[in-house]
């Protein structure tokens, strides 16, 4: 098989998956508990991993199209640093711009 259809089938299988997740989860027949797992008193809760492995996977992905395009690592690790930060500040702004009767008392 090429790589083009092993891809395709991947995204087929993720959209039926994610179809199938989302009927279940409306529907009431799928409860999702907002914790994955504990680790002594530490919880590791769904969006923090969600949002840590997009990390890794935006890393590893930027990694191999910046070799290809000649772009130094250094220059990514940084970008991705940059990015992350602005993504938390951006986060918390608009956070409190909609809910902003929590702090303008």
Request: a positive charge; hydrophobic letters at 60%.
């Amino acid at each position: 098989m090429t790589k083009r259809v092993v891809l395709f089938a991947a995204i087929i299988a993720g959209i039926v998956l994610l179809g199938w997740f989302l009927v279940l989860s409306f529907s009431g027949k799928l409860i999702v508990n907002p914790v994955l797992f504990n680790l002594g008193p530490l919880e590791i809760r769904w969006y923090g991993f969600l949002i840590a492995s997009s990390i890794f996977i935006a890393y590893f992905l930027g990694r191999k199209l910046a070799l290809r395009e000649g772009i130094k690592e250094d220059y990514l690790i940084e970008m991705i640093f940059w990015g992350i930060i602005a993504g938390i500040v951006g986060a918390r702004l608009y956070y409190v711009a909609f809910e902003f009767d929590l702090y303008h008392k």
